[in-house]
């Protein structure tokens, strides 16, 4: 578990890294602080949007890159892996009530992310916004779980070959750099 929190944050951080590193080529240096900041703000903006939208951004990599595929790439490559009518609504099943628990789950995590902004805006007591955050760091937990399930049973629905078939398309030949086992 701890390997797959510290794989996230890097993954979001190389992500940020990457953003701002372009930002500053481009930027003068009088300005690179503002086009750190930008870039940093532009990634969170596309975090939110994405969980408001009910996807991943990332959330499942852990998953996805250990086999464990995500129904939403699944049913992008349903020609691909030649599933069944019953596996392809299985699949659409599965990821329309996993969209529907991100969806809730997000709103909860962004209303909450916001509620710690405004307790610190009002200055509020340490222990107060020390609660705060740790309802915000659970909430995104529970919205990170929420992918993850969906991978686990996602992996339920497929055969070894059409696994296989899928590790490939994914990660191997895919146009990802690194391979899943």
């Given at each position: 578990?701890?390997?797959?929190?510290?794989?996230?944050?890097?993954?979001?951080?190389?992500?940020?890294?990457?953003?701002?590193?372009?930002?500053?080529?481009?930027?003068?240096?009088?300005?690179?602080?503002?086009?750190?900041?930008?870039?940093h703000?532009?990634?969170?903006?596309?975090?939110?949007?994405?969980?408001?939208?009910?996807?991943?951004?990332?959330?499942?990599?852990?998953?996805?890159?250990?086999?464990?595929?995500?129904?939403?790439?699944?049913?992008?490559?349903?020609?691909?892996?030649?599933?069944?009518?019953?596996?392809?609504?299985?699949?659409?099943?599965?990821?329309?009530?996993?969209?529907?628990?991100?969806?809730?789950?997000?709103?909860?995590?962004?209303?909450?992310?916001?509620?710690?902004?405004?307790?610190?805006?009002?200055?509020?007591?340490?222990?107060?916004?020390?609660?705060?955050?740790?309802?915000?760091?659970?909430?995104?937990?529970?919205?990170?779980?929420?992918?993850?399930?969906?991978?686990?049973?996602?992996?339920?629905?497929?055969?070894?070959?059409?696994?296989?078939?899928?590790?490939?398309?994914?990660?191997?030949?895919?146009?990802?750099?690194?391979?899943a086992?």
């Amino acid at each position: 578990m701890r390997k797959a929190r510290a794989a996230v944050v890097l993954l979001a951080f190389g992500m940020w890294a990457a953003g701002v590193i372009g930002a500053q080529e481009h930027a003068p240096s009088a300005g690179r602080a503002s086009a750190t900041q930008g870039a940093h703000h532009e990634f969170l903006q596309q975090e939110r949007a994405a969980i408001e939208r009910g996807e991943g951004f990332g959330m499942a990599l852990a998953a996805d890159r250990a086999g464990y595929p995500g129904p939403k790439h699944i049913l992008e490559l349903k020609e691909q892996l030649k599933l069944t009518a019953e596996q392809q609504a299985a699949v659409e099943k599965l990821f329309a009530e996993m969209k529907a628990k991100a969806i809730a789950r997000g709103k909860e995590f962004l209303a909450a992310e916001e509620q710690l902004e405004k307790f610190f805006a009002e200055g509020k007591p340490e222990a107060e916004l020390r609660e705060e955050s740790y309802r915000v760091a659970t909430l995104r937990a529970e919205l990170r779980w929420v992918h993850l399930a969906a991978h686990l049973e996602a992996k339920k629905l497929l055969t070894a070959e059409q696994l296989m078939t899928y590790r490939h398309l994914r990660w191997v030949g895919g146009g990802h750099t690194h391979s899943a086992p």
